[in-house]
């Protein structure tokens, strides 16, 4: 079935260094893709969007880029903080209007 | 200020115990749904609801109930809860259906155990 590949599961970069979240998508008719940032204790709170008709779209630190041809899309935040520290999970929207999530990516920002 | 609650925050119990963990939001979203969150398996879908009256399953819907009778609130019903339930429960909402438009907001969580 239709489903969302995020690597890597975990990620430890050192605090100013930039960090890189990598997802595939399956269905070729998704066209919203959503990053959600969840921090200890908490629900996941959406960060940044992107829609299928633009191939990348930043806000500050936080840029998301996108491939329709090879189907995946990556997270990019630069000059890590250490309130970077959370789980990240991208999404797809499928043609059934249904968001899928990846399985998340558990980032440490370093001292 | 816009927020989904949900309660309890934490909550233990026995197996067989029927538990109902309530959802409300204050943003005049039609569309909710209830996930469930597990270590390395990210967040599944239990059940949704598009509107008033209107529901269906998700994912993972085995052993779970829904109602939605108001706009606001979406709780989701344990009958008889087991071990295999233990888990980190989300409720969600969003204007519309997960489109284009439908940012999900999410709850703080509901940290089940069952024993």
């Known amino acids: 079935g239709e489903n969302v590949e995020q690597h890597p599961s975990t990620l430890s970069v050192q605090e100013g260094d930039s960090a890189v979240i990598k997802c595939t998508y399956s269905d070729s008719a998704s066209n919203y893709f959503p990053w959600y940032k969840q921090e200890l204790g908490k629900g996941p709170q959406l960060i940044i969007d992107i829609r299928s008709n633009v191939g990348e779209k930043k806000d500050q630190r936080i840029a998301v880029t996108l491939n329709k041809t090879a189907k995946h899309f990556s997270l990019h935040i630069t000059e890590t903080q250490p309130e970077d520290s959370a789980v990240y999970f991208c999404a797809a929207l499928n043609r059934d209007d249904k968001i899928i999530f990846g399985k998340g990516t558990r980032l440490h920002i370093l001292p | 200020e816009a927020q989904v609650t949900q309660n309890p925050r934490y909550l233990i119990t026995v197996t067989g115990k029927k538990l109902t963990v309530t959802c409300s939001q204050n943003?005049?979203?039609?569309?909710m749904s209830w996930y469930r969150q597990d270590p390395g398996l990210g967040l599944r879908q239990i059940y949704y609801?598009?509107?008033?009256?209107?529901?269906d399953k998700g994912d993972v819907p085995e052993g779970y109930k829904v109602s939605r009778k108001e706009k606001r609130n979406f709780p989701l019903i344990l009958e008889s809860p087991s071990p295999n339930q233990t888990s980190l429960y989300f409720c969600a909402s969003s204007f519309t259906t997960t489109g284009g438009e439908g940012t999900q907001y999410f709850g703080p969580g509901t940290r089940l155990l069952v024993l």
């Open positions: 943003m005049n979203h039609e569309y």
């Open positions: 609801s598009m509107n008033v009256e209107v529901t």
